[in-house]
């Protein structure tokens, strides 16, 4: 691996806007690559295509992984697989809100629960974490000690729910059950906004 250089986690934030249920705000998103010299997994597609592109600097693009369907993290997703060549991936149970963003392209697999996607000689895990949206998942790294929630975990606590497609108590025990079990100093690389670990977090989400 050393001749290839380590597997490292990289951060681009892009800005864009988020729509649903007929409204519509600013949003920056986290774009995460996971990856080494020679090829990268580019985990949510936001709002622009060619900036993400760039960051892989020239390395093969082995996956464009959907954590969720939202609109702010899939919207560049087909400009950016044109642009790589890349598969992307996300959810069935996410499959009517691709179409809201992307109605005439659908995704090019799927993602399941326990599914292993390899980069760069590593795996990550999917889990499957319901509740911000039906199909929303996560990325567990084990080798990077991190975990890729999208919008079900951030610092502070759950992600968002209260509009379609998504549930309160799900997602709390999504969270519970699938990510508070990981090792209390994995790192969580969130959809928006700063990291933090999973044992920072366990106070944050309510007993059931």
């Known amino acids: 691996m050393s001749a290839r250089g380590a597997v490292r986690i990289e951060r681009v934030v892009t800005s864009g806007t988020f729509s649903l249920d007929g409204e519509t705000f600013d949003v920056d998103n986290n774009v995460w690559l996971v990856g080494d010299d020679e090829e990268v997994l580019i985990v949510d597609a936001a709002h622009d295509a060619r900036t993400i592109h760039r960051a892989t600097t ?9 954590t969720h369907a939202h609109d702010d993290h899939v ?6 697989a044109g642009l790589t ?16 963003t992307h109605p005439d392209r659908k995704p090019d697999g799927e993602l399941s629960d326990g599914q292993r996607i390899g980069v760069a000689g590593i795996e990550l895990q999917v889990i499957h974490n319901p509740g911000h949206t039906w199909g929303s998942c996560s990325l567990y790294a084990t080798f990077l000690d991190a975990v890729f929630t999208g919008d079900t975990l951030f610092h502070g606590g759950p992600g968002a729910t209260g509009r379609s497609y998504s549930d309160r108590p799900t997602i709390e025990a999504s969270i519970r059950n699938r990510l508070l079990t990981l090792p209390g100093d994995t790192d969580v690389h969130t959809g ?17």
């Open 192 to 208: 928006h906004g700063e990291d933090t670990t999973i044992a920072a977090e366990r106070p944050n989400v309510p007993a059931p």
């Open 85 to 100: 060549g890349a598969p992307v991936l996300l959810h069935p149970a996410d499959h009517e809100l691709w179409a809201a």
């Open 75 to 80: 919207d560049a997703a087909a400009e950016l």
């Open 58 to 66: 020239g390395r093969r693009v082995t996956a464009i992984v959907c």
